[in-house]
């Protein structure tokens, strides 16, 4: 696997958590054999009895979900920024006081 699908599954592993109530039971059964356990298009369309081509089009419909309710929400890209601003707290980077000015901001 290349760098860049390590970083997209990675990617989209993580706004799944924040999302999946948004999506269909099927829709997060094929999500999680995909991205989270590793089957390939065949394997998760030989399961469900469809064709190859009815799992990639399942599949890039819920990514275009989750990137547009990454979009319009943004709860991954928050919670990544206020993960910083306490990193940078931690390494004394910032002040306390600019610490909670920066969460605030992101919320």
């Not at 999500?31 to 298009?41: A, C």
């Not at 989750?66 to 993960?83: A, H, M, T």
């Amino acid at each position: 696997m290349s760098s860049l699908d390590f970083k997209r599954k990675d990617y989209y592993n993580q706004i799944y958590d924040y999302y999946k109530l948004m999506l269909t039971h099927k829709q997060k059964q094929y999500f999680e054999l995909y991205f989270q356990n590793d089957y390939t298009l065949e394997e998760i369309a030989e399961q469900f009895n469809v064709t190859k081509s009815a799992i990639h089009d399942s599949i890039s419909k819920v990514t275009k979900i989750l990137d547009s309710l990454e979009e319009n929400i943004g709860q991954y890209k928050r919670v990544k920024n206020i993960k910083l601003i306490l990193r940078s707290f931690e390494k004394g980077d910032i002040s306390k006081f600019q610490m909670i000015k920066q969460i605030e901001e992101e919320l």
